[in-house]
């Protein structure tokens, strides 16, 4: 562990980074929550108000991620003592990936218990002399001084930040501006500027100041440590526009209500993760879901491979490849592929000589609709926002089946619809007969 030189940080660039500028106090308050457990979910994080959400999510998914690597077989049952190094591992999990060389060191911002407990008996005095003198109390810690407030130290292994946080955790975080160091430290630790240069976007801040929302770069950024604003995989060219999406297969995965209205297009690698874990992205929230059945994660099928194969030589995304480059093609799967044959594909493919061969064509041809995902499977939903004066936020258990040669019914039904982007036959039966909320 070393002390940063925080001296030497542009915090005036960190701050119009995170918050771009004009950000309203009221988004800046919303921010400023700490990690607090519900009380029915040990596991289970609660967010008391909007926009956090995009910080708060990517770290429960990884909690959930630790929880199946650990196997352990009722979550219900663990204590504080026995969740808080999930959250400490969390943590490690989201701060290595963002380094840019796994040499880099890592960087931990934090608020200390001590500066927050003088911070709020300050704030307490300013509001009481306030109503005395009567008239308006300014907050102590606003965005343009939050950066005073905080510590900074690096680490140069993940062994060591998990042994400083396993022995300190409970004198650096507790307070209400867990979320906002936290945030903090993946910048520092990813660097601004790579941030904005991956992001491809000089203007956005990585949260809305006026609504308090975090960006889709920001949500990247948590989950895979790029902060691209794209979903989709690899790269695409927008009329001589290099646009760089995700790279490779993330550890927990990212579905999107907003492919349902063709806004975007999530990539395989974030819809099919290393862990069945994925975030769920409304228009302005974050929501969780998670199976332990790992069949939902398994290897590509030949159908998979055939499909990426097919993309390589579909740039543009146009969903057709020209009649002449299927040979090559056929050559790429290891599939049959002399003249005589190939000319009978053609024919078959493209039986209106208009030069193109469609994907789906293509796939039921050579590889038809084959499912390695089982027949019914169990998951459960986790929605953060917890409802005024109460901490009850729990695991909503769900019974899926796949509908074989039909869809199941969505219609008014934001989560179905969500998950139907990456299984399009799946129905679902909820625990308590309703339908949780994505929002």
Avoid at 5 to 31: N, P, S
Avoid at 167 to 188: P, R
Avoid at 292 to 308: F, H, N, T, Y
Avoid at 312 to 335: N, P, Q, T, Y
């Amino acid at each position: 562990m070393a002390a940063s030189g925080a001296e030497d940080i542009d915090w005036q660039l960190i701050k119009t980074l995170v918050f771009g500028d004009g950000v309203k106090e009221a988004v800046f308050e919303r921010w400023l929550q700490p990690f607090l457990f519900s009380t029915k979910e040990p596991t289970a994080l609660l967010q008391s108000a909007g926009g956090p959400c995009a910080v708060l999510a990517p770290i429960q998914a990884f909690i959930l991620k630790r929880c199946l690597q650990s196997k352990i077989p009722n979550l219900s049952t663990l204590t504080p003592e026995s969740v808080s190094p999930l959250l400490q591992g969390a943590m490690c999990d989201i701060l290595s990936q963002c380094r840019e060389e796994e040499t880099s060191p890592m960087v931990l911002a934090r608020v200390s218990r001590d500066v927050a407990d003088i911070l709020q008996d300050n704030q307490e005095k300013e509001e009481s002399s306030s109503k005395r003198m009567k008239h308006s109390s300014h907050a102590l810690v606003d965005v343009d001084t939050f950066h005073t407030c905080l510590s900074v130290e690096s680490f140069g292994s993940v062994k060591n930040l998990s042994n400083y946080l396993e022995d300190n955790f409970s004198e650096i975080f507790g307070t209400k501006y867990d979320i906002l160091s936290f945030l903090y430290s993946v910048v520092l630790t990813k660097g601004p500027n790579s941030i904005i240069s991956e992001r491809q976007d000089m203007e956005e801040s990585l949260i809305d100041p006026v609504h308090g929302h975090g960006s889709q770069s920001l949500i990247n950024l948590l989950l895979t440590g790029s902060a691209t604003q794209n979903v989709f995989d690899g790269i695409r060219d927008l009329c001589g526009l290099q646009l760089n999406g995700i790279s490779s297969q993330s550890s927990v995965g990212f579905l999107s209500y907003l492919e349902c209205l063709r806004y975007l297009e999530v990539g395989k690698f974030l819809k099919n993760p290393v862990w069945p874990v994925w975030l769920l992205g409304s228009e302005t929230h974050l929501t969780v879901l998670f199976s332990r059945d790992m069949e939902l994660v398994g290897p590509p099928s030949q159908r998979d491979i055939a499909k990426e194969k097919f993309t390589c030589i579909d740039k543009e995304g146009s969903g057709f490849i020209a009649v002449d480059k299927l040979k090559d093609l056929m050559l790429d799967l290891d599939l049959f592929a002399e003249d005589p044959y190939v000319d009978i594909m053609k024919t078959k493919l493209d039986p209106d000589s208009l030069g193109i061969v469609l994907l789906p064509q293509f796939l039921e041809e050579f590889f038809p609709e084959e499912s390695r995902v089982p027949d019914s499977f169990t998951i459960h939903h986790y929605n953060g926002l917890s409802k005024p004066d109460s901490t009850q936020v729990t695991y909503i258990k769900g019974d899926a089946v796949m509908l074989e040669g039909m869809v199941g019914m969505a219609e008014n039904n934001a989560i179905l619809q969500t998950l139907q982007t990456k299984w399009r036959n799946i129905a679902v039966d909820w625990q308590g007969g309703g339908k949780p909320s994505i929002n």
